[in-house]
């Protein structure tokens, strides 16, 4: 098994099975992958998920599947970029909207972030569940 595969089992494992349904989770990948364009590539795993836009007029109505990033930084924590295409966009060539990013997340607050995605209110975050970082998302 390559350190990739590793950290994604581990990811995937530290997150848990109902978090991930919760998010309509799917398409698993793992690799080397960039959570943002300035990073270098780490150790990462990717999936698809199902998940409520913000739009201009508040939250979005109809759910979009969004690209998921979970890497593991130098620190030994974890980054985290969640992202669209932009309507319209047929052939990938307009850049990808960041819906959510975090740097530095650590592993006990892992879950708990990717399950404060699943929300329909105003935020980005469920503020119940973020805690520091739905200020930051906000």
Not at 14 to 41: K, M, V, W, Y
Not at 53 to 69: D, E, H, N, Y
Not at 87 to 93: A, E, F, P, S, T
């Amino acid at each position: 098994m390559s350190t990739a595969a590793a950290v994604a089992a581990t990811i995937r494992q530290q997150i848990g099975f109902g978090i991930l349904a919760s998010l309509g989770a799917r398409d698993f990948r793992h690799g080397n992958i960039c959570a943002t364009r300035e990073a270098t590539p780490l150790p990462s795993m990717l999936f698809n998920a199902t998940i409520l836009p913000m739009t201009k007029a508040g939250r979005g109505t109809a759910a979009r599947t969004m690209s998921v990033t979970i890497s593991l930084n130098l620190h030994d924590y974890y980054d985290i970029t969640v992202s669209h295409h932009q309507r319209g966009d047929r052939y990938g060539h307009l850049p990808s909207v960041i819906h959510f990013a975090a740097t530095d997340v650590d592993a006990d607050t892992l879950p708990r972030l990717m399950l404060a995605l699943d929300y329909d209110g105003r935020e980005v975050l469920n503020p119940r569940l973020a805690g520091a970082y739905a200020a930051v998302a906000a």
